[in-house]
């Protein structure tokens, strides 16, 4: 079964897909080895190990496909990529998710955040305005040529301008071919329900 059949099922089943943050080879075998089923590019610890900074956009597309390929190497699990802002504009993303995909990852993350981005859990976050939010996700679904490779758009609307963005958001990215919506920020059970 491909990697990418593999964590969609994960993601759709029952349970909760727990993915612990790989952030080079060493770290995905242990992640494998503790008997977690898949993997997710950590793109703040990949900037922390590359570069001991924080991820402040200091990593380009290629330092993180470098990353990702190296981590979907070392293991036999699927592995989510951290693609950041997509690297640009909705012509970027396509081609971000065409890379990715050809490196062997399962899925991205995409997040909705300006350029250059800060790691979803620093201040001074800032979100694209809506429609090119929306085209960009459209771009990086449109880009996917296995129909299983996971988009998952994340929105960092919480924190600057608050829940009823957060629902519009996600749920536009959904109607344009997201897998899934990661809502960053999150601190409660009722934000959760909400």
Do not use: W
């Amino acid at each position: 079964m491909r990697v990418t059949t593999r964590l969609r099922q994960l993601i759709e089943g029952p349970e909760i897909a727990v993915m612990p943050g790989a952030f080079d080879p060493i770290s995905a075998k242990l992640i494998e080895r503790a008997g977690f089923q898949c993997i997710q590019c950590t793109g703040s610890g990949i900037s922390a190990a590359y570069l001991g900074r924080p991820d402040y956009s200091f990593l380009s597309l290629n330092d993180m496909l470098e990353a990702t390929r190296h981590i979907v190497e070392s293991v036999s699990l699927p592995v989510m990529a951290d693609g950041d802002t997509g690297f640009g504009n909705a012509v970027n993303a396509y081609y971000t998710v065409q890379a990715f995909e050809r490196a062997g990852a399962a899925g991205i993350n995409l997040e909705d955040q300006v350029s250059p981005k800060r790691c979803g859990h620093l201040d001074g976050k800032q979100i694209l305005p809506f429609d090119e939010a929306i085209m960009k996700i459209r771009a990086a679904c449109d880009a996917r040529s296995d129909p299983d490779f996971v988009i998952n758009a994340r929105t960092d609307a919480l924190a600057v301008v608050g829940m009823n963005e957060v629902i519009r958001r996600g749920n536009a990215f959904l109607d344009v071919g997201a897998t899934l919506v990661m809502v960053e920020g999150v601190s409660s059970k009722e934000q959760i329900t909400e």
